[in-house]
T-cell receptor, first 114, second 112 residues
Framework: KAGVTQTPRYLIKTRGQQVTLSCSPI?????VSWYQQTPGQGLQFLFE???????NKGNFPGRFSGRQFSNSRSEMNVSTLELGDSALYLC?????????????FGQGTRLTVV | SQELEQSPQSLIVQEGKNLTINCTSS?????LYWYKQKYGEGLIFLMM?????EEKSHEKITAKLDEKKQQSSLHITASQPSHAGIYLC????????????FGGGTRLMVKP
């Protein structure tokens, strides 16, 4: 069974640009969550999608958005990039939404904003 | 909001030694997850604990959720260099949706 696939693995962008990251969950999993990891703030929740609907959102500006497709694949978009957006972005795949279901993470996308 | 505190923040042990990492929550834990992360890479799922007093083991790693469900411990027996990495505990908020709150992590080094 394939794991969670995130693409691309590495990305370098310039301030002011926008970026789109992709996450393919484990087959049969319908929930995808996104997290930002930085040395200063640790792992922080961005948002969750389940059945193409955003279920929950963390405390991030509107520049961070996402969507989920009918095949459960999800994309995350960051517009007007700032230096502080440099981070490891991780997505988590779960069979269902709600708590007490195992969450499996992808390898992450390392975004560097210059 | 829920906060998770991990201790110690870092740990250096000699190969073959046992060690314990703790995760303490400011609120009742509805689900507690343990992950391992190699620097700059994704999180590897280790275990999920749900019930107070529950204990799970995988190879030489054992995790337990205390009866009051506000603390969990991760114990590694006879540590090996392959155990090195960052260990993270994560918790469900108990609300609708899928948000996990994470502790700050414990960086483990195992000296051969």
């Amino acid at each position: 069974k394939a794991g969670v696939t995130q693409t691309p693995r590495y990305l370098i962008k310039t301030r002011g640009q926008q970026v789109t990251l992709s996450c393919s969950p484990i087959s049969g999993h319908r929930s995808v969550s996104w997290y930002q990891q930085t040395p200063g703030q640790g792992l922080q929740f961005l948002f969750e999608y389940f059945s193409e609907t955003q279920r929950n959102k963390g405390n991030f500006p509107g520049r961070f958005s996402g969507r989920q497709f009918s095949n459960s694949r999800s994309e995350m978009n960051v517009s007007t990039l700032e230096l502080g957006d440099s981070a490891l972005y991780l997505c988590a795949s779960r069979r269902m939404t709600g708590y007490n279901t195992e969450a499996f993470f992808g390898q992450g996308t390392r975004l560097t904003v210059v | 909001s829920q906060e998770l505190e991990q201790s110690p923040q870092s740990l250096i042990v000699q190969e073959g030694k046992n060690l314990t990492i703790n995760c303490t929550s400011s609120k009742t834990l509805y689900g507690l997850y343990w992950y391992k992360q190699k620097y700059g890479e994704g999180l590897i799922f280790l275990m999920m604990l749900q019930k107070g007093g529950e204990e799970k083991s995988h190879e030489k790693i054992t995790a337990k959720l205390d009866e009051k469900k506000q603390q969990s411990s991760l114990h590694i027996t006879a540590s090996q260099p392959s155990h090195a990495g960052i260990y993270l505990c994560g918790a469900d908020g108990g609300n609708a949706g899928n948000m996990l709150t994470f502790g700050g992590g414990t960086r483990l080094m195992v000296k051969p």
